[in-house]
Every structure is written in C-alpha cells, then in structure tokens.
Nanobody, 126 residues
Framework: VQLVESGGGLVQAGASLRLSCAASGRTVSSYAVGWFRQAPGKEREFVAAVNWSAGSTYFADSVKGRFTISRDNAKNTVYLQMNSLKPEDAAVYYC????????????????????WGQGTQVTVSS
C-alpha cells in the first residue's frame, strides 16, 4: 500500500485546509486510516483516525471540534478537514493505514500502523 498526502500549505490563523490521503497498490476500504503530525523538535503525535466503514472516528483533544475526518472508499482516499487553524497546528501531517480492526481508540498510537505516507507541510501564520 502506498499513501500520498496532499493539500498542505501556508494559511493564516483561523483559516481552513483539507488534506487528502490517496492510497494505491491495493484498496484500503477495509483499512483503518489515521492522521498524525510532527512539528520541528517534537514527537509525531496522533491527530485523528477513522475506521474502515467510517462509522467511527477518533480525535486528539487538541483538534476535537475543529477537525473532521472522512473517507471515500470508492476513491481510495481519506480526508482531514481542518478548520479554525491555529499556529500550534503547524506541522508535517502524515497519514497511515492498518488492516487491523479494533475499537476506534486503538488507532491512537503510531506503532499500530503498517503503512505511512511521506507527509505534507502545514504552516499557520499568526
């Protein structure tokens, strides 16, 4: 499975961005997908996850109420809609996928994912 993120960029605080994670190599319709981010000098942290059916989603407290995650299995793509962006949201954003099927909270740890994209940069100016 190859994952490619897109949609990053430079925005002002309060703006919105939608990140995309496009999968190729095999269908990921049965995979859970998560988004993580890593700011300079910090560890990669969990942002959001969606299970294979999009029936369950899970968010880090820092983005809850501002970010949403969705998927279009027909397009083999998962989206992260980021609203009301803050300077502290600036980071490289990575998507990751795993075929493991557990409760949605299980997907909050990066070591539980098997496939990773290369990341897309999000910069938020104040």
């Amino acid at each position: 499975v190859q994952l490619v993120e897109s949609g990053g960029g430079l925005v002002q605080a309060g703006a919105s961005l939608r990140l995309s994670c496009a999968a190729s190599g095999r269908t990921v319709s049965s995979y859970a997908v998560g988004w993580f981010r890593q700011a300079p000098g910090k560890e990669r942290e969990f942002v959001a996850a969606v299970n294979w059916s999009a029936g369950s989603t899970y968010f880090a407290d820092s983005v809850k109420g501002r970010f949403t995650i969705s998927r279009d299995n027909a397009k083999n793509t998962v989206y992260l809609q980021m609203n009301s962006l803050k300077p502290e949201d600036a980071a490289v954003y990575y998507c990751a996928a795993t075929p493991a099927q557990y409760g949605i909270n299980w997907y909050g740890r990066r070591e539980r994912y098997d496939y990773w994209g290369q990341g897309t940069q999000v910069t938020v100016s104040s």
